[in-house]
């Protein structure tokens, strides 16, 4: 699973990702009802799936809080936090949307 971005992003040199990929990590407190979601930025799906850097990204909050009822949210809490990032990015002006890849 990842995002795909497509909104074109420009990078800090000047270069402009017209497409974007996005791998996303999460934990949970100890107490289970806060999910920290972070997002790391690949230039493509190739880069993303050979495992390559991710990109620097200095205009783009790549982390977010929410929280988290697992009786009532499920207990797929990466897949929540996919769902949180979707929001936090279109928040920020970007479009993500989910990939099962």
Do not use: W
Request: proline residues 3%; negative net charge; without cysteine.
């Amino acid at each position: 699973m990842s995002l795909k971005i497509t909104t074109p992003i420009e990078l800090e040199s000047g270069i402009v990702l017209n497409e974007s990929y996005g791998r996303v990590s999460t934990t949970d407190d100890y107490r289970g009802t806060t999910i920290l979601a972070s997002l790391e930025v690949f230039a493509d799906i190739t880069a993303f799936k050979t495992n390559k850097k991710p990109i620097r990204m200095t205009n783009i909050d790549p982390y977010t809080n929410i929280i988290y009822n697992r009786d009532l949210d499920g207990v797929d809490i990466l897949s929540i936090a996919h769902d949180a990032l979707i929001i936090s990015l279109a928040l920020q002006g970007i479009t993500a949307v989910k990939v099962l890849n």
